[in-house]
C-alpha cells in the first residue's frame, strides 16, 4: 500500500472514532464541570429549629466554595419523611441533597415500619456535619426555676401539666419521654410540624415545657421569655455555664443529643460526593460556621462518608432501644 494512501486511511479511521472517543469524555470530566447550576438542600423540618440553624449556615460558606448557591428549603411535615422520600428518589446528580437527622435516619426507621426510605439503601452519606445537645425548658409562667422543682411540679399534678416537641418521633420527643421515664413522671406530649412552631407555642404559653436544640430556645431565655432548666449533655455547655446538666439534677447516666449530615441519593458520582464533602469540610472550619456552632453548644464533626455511614447505623441501634422502651402511644397523647 502506497504511504499515501496508508496516511489518508489512517486520518479517516481517526475521523470515523472520534466522535466515540469524544462522547466518552463527558462521563470523565463531569466531576470536574461540577456543579454547573444551584444545588437544593433540603431540610426535613420547618424554619427556626436546629436543623435550620445548622443548614443555612453551612450552605452559606459551601456556596462560596462550589461557586454555585446552596439553596436551603425547608419541608417539613410527616416527622420529616416527606423532604427525606423526595430526596431518596431525585436524580443522584448531587444537586438535590437532604440535611440528615437523628430523627429521619435513626429514629423513624423503628418507629414506622412502612417507612417510604432506607436510610442505608437509598441515600450516599456525605459528611456528618455537627452534633448538638438538647436541652430542657418551661414557660416563665410556670413555676419551676429548676429541673427538681419541675419534676415535682409534675408529680403532683400527673397528666396535667404538657410538652412540645418538633414532631412525632423528634428529637426532642424521645429526649423528653427519656427524662418522663427517669424522673417517674406524668406529662402530656403535644406534637408539631417543627421546633418553629413549638417555640411560638411555649412563649404564648399554650404549653408549659419543650426540648429541643439551643438555637431555637437560647434567645428567648436570654429575653427572659422562657427558662432553661437543663441540658442533657453529658457536661455543662460554655454557653450554658450556669444551667446543670439532667445527670448532676438527680438522674444519673442521662444523655441526649441531636445531629446533623449531609446526604445526596444513592448512585451520587463518588468524584461528586467527594467534592461536597471537601466543600462542607472548609465550611465547618470557616471562622463563621465555627462561630455559629459555638454560639449553639454544638460540636462539629467533619467524619467523611465511610465513618458517617456507620455512625448512622450505630445510632440508629441505639435509638432503636430508646424508642421501644419509651415511645409507646399514650392516649392522653394530643394531636395536632
Known amino acids: 500500500m502506497k504511504p499515501l494512501r496508508r496516511a489518508c486511511l489512517r486520518t479517516a479511521l481517526a475521523l470515523a472514532t472520534a466522535p466515540l472517543l469524544l462522547s466518552a469524555m463527558p462521563s470523565a470530566h463531569a466531576a470536574d464541570a461540577w456543579p454547573q447550576r444551584p444545588i437544593r438542600l433540603l431540610v426535613p423540618y420547618g424554619p427556626g429549629g436546629s436543623s435550620d440553624v445548622v443548614a443555612r449556615a453551612v450552605a452559606v460558606e459551601m456556596s462560596r466554595d462550589l461557586g454555585q448557591q446552596v439553596i436551603v428549603e425547608n419541608k417539613g411535615g410527616g416527622q420529616g419523611t416527606i423532604a427525606t422520600q423526595e430526596v431518596a428518589r431525585a436524580r443522584p446528580d448531587g444537586y438535590t441533597l437532604i440535611l440528615g437527622h437523628v430523627g429521619t435516619l435513626a429514629v423513624n426507621p423503628t418507629m414506622m415500619p412502612n417507612l417510604s426510605y432506607d436510610p442505608r439503601r437509598d441515600f450516599a452519606p456525605i459528611v456528618l456535619l455537627a452534633k448538638l445537645p438538647m436541652v430542657f425548658a418551661v414557660g416563665d409562667k410556670v413555676p419551676a426555676a429548676t429541673l427538681p422543682q419541675f419534676v415535682a411540679l409534675a ?34 406530649h403535644v406534637p408539631y410540624k417543627g ?32 427558662k432553661i432548666l437543663a441540658v442533657g449533655s453529658e457536661h455543662r455547655l460554655p454557653i450554658l455555664p450556669d444551667v446543670p446538666t439532667v445527670a448532676e439534677q438527680g438522674f444519673a447516666g442521662f444523655e ?81
Open 256 to 336: 441526649s443529643s441531636q445531629w446533623f449530615g449531609l446526604l445526596a441519593p444513592a448512585g451520587t458520582p463518588d468524584a461528586v460526593v467527594a467534592r461536597l464533602q471537601a466543600a462542607a469540610n472548609t465550611a465547618l472550619k470557616s471562622e463563621a460556621v465555627h462561630q455559629r456552632l459555638a454560639h449553639d453548644a454544638a460540636e462539629p464533626s467533619g467524619a467523611g462518608p465511610t465513618e458517617f455511614a456507620a455512625f448512622i447505623d450505630a445510632e440508629e441501634r441505639r435509638w432503636s432501644k430508646v424508642c421501644l422502651l419509651y415511645t409507646s402511644p399514650s392516649p392522653r397523647d394530643k394531636r395536632q
Open 195 to 226: 421546633t418553629g412552631a413549638q417555640v411560638t407555642d411555649l412563649l404564648a404559653g399554650n404549653i408549659d415545657a419543650a426540648a429541643a436544640g439551643i438555637p431555637g430556645l437560647l434567645p428567648h431565655a436570654q429575653a427572659g421569655k422562657i
Open 155 to 188: 408529680r403532683a399534678k400527673p397528666g396535667v401539666l404538657n410538652y412540645g416537641s418538633a414532631g412525632n418521633g423528634s428529637a426532642g420527643h424521645l429526649a423528653f419521654e427519656m427524662l418522663k421515664t427517669a424522673a417517674a413522671i406524668d406529662v402530656v
